[in-house]
């Protein structure tokens, strides 16, 4: 099996061609380069570029008439960034993503994967969504995810295309063979965050203590980036029989919706308490205001990705944090140090 995933040079995308590599399943990566690395495409077949570029698109396609479906990866995800650059956010995320369905659907591509996010969700009172939960997504980033969503189904309904959406929750780690990992230096979410003060001996800033949680601070569902790879494995695998499955039922969809998270929350006070179990000890922290575009947060609940995908994640939440910072001890071994 070839596939094409785009935005295969970034950290989740670079980590699902592994798993694919691993799977015999061979990928091609296509990247910008904006914010994926060249060196996690090494010993890849690479196109660097647009996903809005029609030319190259008709060039892999031809390149690679065996392309039987693509994993969408191609975004930009920082929530304060997208706050404070909306437009660029939309471009990118909707606009150009729209752009590159027209080229697939010129290059008869009929299966396609995307890399969504659990943050369109509306909070609930227990915090804990399905794929049934309302959306209410707070961020432009959020807001980019959603809307690409509701392009997918509407476009998908015409039986051009069928699209599996992931909704990921947090991802921590890194790919366990450290062939890649999150690239960037100065990294925004809690973890990175946690790493960055544990290595220069600063203090972290919990950011935003009043929301409606246990303990005040933001709710996360913290999954493996290495469990997010596998599900993309086997939504690759099972793709067909899930709509198969669907039309059996009377339902005919061709859109699926699939949250991959753990079924746990964990709040930003249990994740430092759980960074100090892995390193023998305790961060200091101070407490801040909210970041813009922040919510309170969200965890997973429900069996869909294990009915449909037989998927379940296999790694907890400690050994995401040992391999975030085994990645962050290699990483300049890996990757320019000018990242």
């Not at 570029?53 to 690679?64: M, S, T």
């Not at 339902?251 to 079924?263: D, F, M, P």
């Not at 009915?307 to 944090?321: F, V």
Request: aromatic share 8%; with cysteine.
């Amino acid at each position: 099996m070839k596939i094409l995933i785009a935005g295969g040079a970034g950290f989740i995308g670079s980590t699902v061609a592994s798993a694919c590599l691993d799977a015999g399943i061979e990928p091609v990566v296509l990247d910008n380069l904006v914010t994926g690395r060249r060196e996690f495409t090494a010993g890849r077949t690479f196109y660097e570029g647009d996903i809005a570029d029609g030319r190259l698109i008709d060039e892999i396609f031809a390149a690679h008439p065996d392309i039987e479906a693509v994993i969408d990866c191609a975004a930009l995800i920082v929530v304060p960034e997208s706050v404070a650059q909306p437009l660029r956010y939309y471009t990118e995320n909707v606009a150009k993503g729209i752009t590159f369905l027209g080229h697939l659907a010129r290059n008869g591509c009929r299966r396609f994967i995307f890399s969504s996010s659990a943050s369109i969700y509306a909070t609930a009172d227990d915090f804990s969504v399905d794929e049934t939960s309302e959306l209410a997504p707070l961020s432009p980033y959020a807001r980019t995810k959603a809307l690409f969503e509701t392009a997918l189904e509407d476009i998908s309904s015409t039986g051009e295309i069928r699209v599996v959406s992931l909704r990921y929750f947090n991802p921590i780690g890194a790919d366990p063979k450290m062939r890649s990992g999150l690239q960037v230096r100065r990294p925004t979410h809690a973890l990175g965050k946690m790493i960055e003060a544990h290595r220069l001996g600063e203090t972290f800033q919990i950011t935003g203590v009043d929301w409606p949680t246990r303990d005040g601070s933001g709710i996360r569902d913290y999954v493996h980036v290495w469990d997010l790879a596998q599900a993309h494995v086997q939504a690759l695998g099972r793709f067909d029989s899930v709509f198969e499955a669907e039309a059996e039922a009377g339902a005919g969809s061709s859109y699926q919706v699939v949250n991959l998270g753990t079924g746990t929350g964990t709040t930003v006070r249990e994740l430092l308490d759980a960074f100090a179990d892995v390193t023998g000890k305790p961060l200091p922290a101070v407490e801040t205001d909210r970041r813009p575009g922040d919510n309170a947060g969200a965890y997973s609940r429900g069996e869909r990705a294990a009915s449909l995908l037989d998927w379940r994640p296999r790694y907890s939440l400690e050994e995401g944090i040992r391999d975030s910072l085994t990645w962050f001890e290699k990483r300049d071994s890996i990757i320019d140090t000018d990242a």
